[in-house]
T-cell receptor
Framework: DTGVSQDPRHKITKRGQNVTFRCDPISEHNRLYWYRQTLGQGPEFLTYFQNEAQLEKSRLLSDRFSAERPKGSFSTLEIQRTEQGDSAMYLC??????????FGPGTRLTVL | KQEVTQIPAALSVPEGENLVLNCSFTDSAIYNLQWFRQDPGKGLTSLLLIQSSQREQTSGRLNASLDKSSGRSTLYIAASQPGDSATYLCATDVYALNFGKGTSLLVTP
């Protein structure tokens, strides 16, 4: 068990550019979650997948955000036309069905 | 919407003290309550998971309790060490986790 991995760990981009993050969950975990965390706050839920199906999306997930989990394995989170307000730590977690969630190290996004 | 509150927001204690971190939540219809540790700039490390049917869980020097009826959980850390310095987050879930803002703990040698 190698844990949840995320790539890249850090991303600096200019406003208006598109960015994509990847998350590899713990193998055989069928649930995968994305959260966003800003400084001094707890993580906030963005979306989650049960295998390849995206079952829930937060109101925080604007039209500029899209997430996929093809084949129910790794997941990608894309942000189009980034804004300075998108600067945050993006965290991925996985779990067996409805059980303890295990988090990755996060991707720190800075939008200039 | 579930609201999770953690008190205190920050805590500084000398090494060796026993301490209690508090977590309260507004909606008792939860599946689990999970406590995490977060070091600066890092991801979250799961410490303890309490299922809704359970009252407490223990791991080493950590003990977490859950009282669903009153909407409260506590994390007890025994014999604190400087390595325990971190932010501690509690979260409740139905399908996704709802987090508090955390308690920032500093244990001084």
């Amino acid at each position: 068990d190698t844990g949840v991995s995320q790539d890249p760990r850090h991303k600096i981009t200019k406003r208006g550019q598109n960015v994509t993050f990847r998350c590899d969950p713990i193998s055989e975990h069928n649930r995968l979650y994305w959260y966003r965390q800003t400084l001094g706050q707890g993580p906030e839920f963005l979306t989650y997948f049960q295998n390849e199906a995206q079952l829930e999306k937060s109101r925080l997930l604007s039209d500029r955000f899209s997430a996929e989990r093809p084949k129910g394995s790794f997941s990608t989170l894309e942000i189009q036309r980034t804004e300075q307000g998108d600067s945050a730590m993006y965290l991925c977690a996985s779990s067996p069905q409805g059980d303890e969630q295990f988090f990755g190290p996060g991707t720190r996004l800075t939008v200039l | 919407k579930q609201e999770v509150t953690q008190i205190p927001a920050a805590l500084s204690v000398p090494e060796g003290e026993n301490l209690v971190l508090n977590c309260s939540f507004t909606d008792s219809a939860i599946y689990n309550l999970q406590w995490f540790r977060q070091d600066p700039g890092k991801g979250l490390t799961s410490l303890l998971l309490i299922q809704s049917s359970q009252r407490e869980q223990t791991s080493g020097r950590l003990n977490a309790s859950l009282d669903k009826s009153s909407g409260r959980s506590t994390l007890y850390i025994a014999a604190s060490q400087p390595g325990d310095s971190a932010t501690y987050l509690c979260a409740t879930d139905v399908y996704a986790l709802n987090f508090g803002k955390g308690t920032s703990l500093l244990v001084t040698p």
